[in-house]
């Protein structure tokens, strides 16, 4: 059963830079897509980016997100610059219900969940 074990995250000051690490632990990444979610408190999760062989990003992140993976490792990756106050959230990686599929915006299209970091930044 494949596990998605996050890490990085932390505290940083509007304008810096986080980057965010997912790894498949008894599993695989390959000819998956993988993408990152975040959840504000209060809020619905909302998605961030997405990778298989092509990328997609939310509106709100797109220039200064950047989502890649490397898949000899197992891991996927989650570049964020220029961070603002309203990236503040718990983000989560997800690997896709079904191989060979781009997927999208939609949670329901991810089956495994890694277990969610805290990014916060300060204005």
């Known amino acids: 059963q494949v596990q998605l074990v996050q890490s990085g995250g932390g505290l940083v000051q509007a304008g810096g830079s986080l980057r965010l690490s997912c790894a498949a632990s008894?599993?695989?990444?390959?000819?998956?897509?993988v993408g990152w979610f975040r959840q504000a408190p209060d809020k619905e999760r909302e998605f961030v980016a997405v990778?298989?062989?092509?990328?997609r990003y939310a509106d709100s992140v797109k220039g200064r997100f950047t989502i890649s993976r490397d898949d000899a490792k197992n891991m996927v990756y989650l570049q964020m610059n220029d961070l603002k106050p309203e990236d503040t959230a718990v983000y989560y990686c997800?690997?896709?219900?079904?191989?060979?599929?781009?997927?999208?915006?939609?949670?329901?299209?991810?089956?495994?969940w890694g277990q969610g970091t805290q990014v916060t930044v300060s204005s």
């Open positions: 990778i298989r062989t092509i990328t």
């Open positions: 997800a690997r896709a219900r079904q191989l060979n599929q781009m997927t999208g915006p939609a949670a329901t299209d991810y089956g495994t």
């Open positions: 008894g599993g695989t990444f390959s000819r998956y897509a």
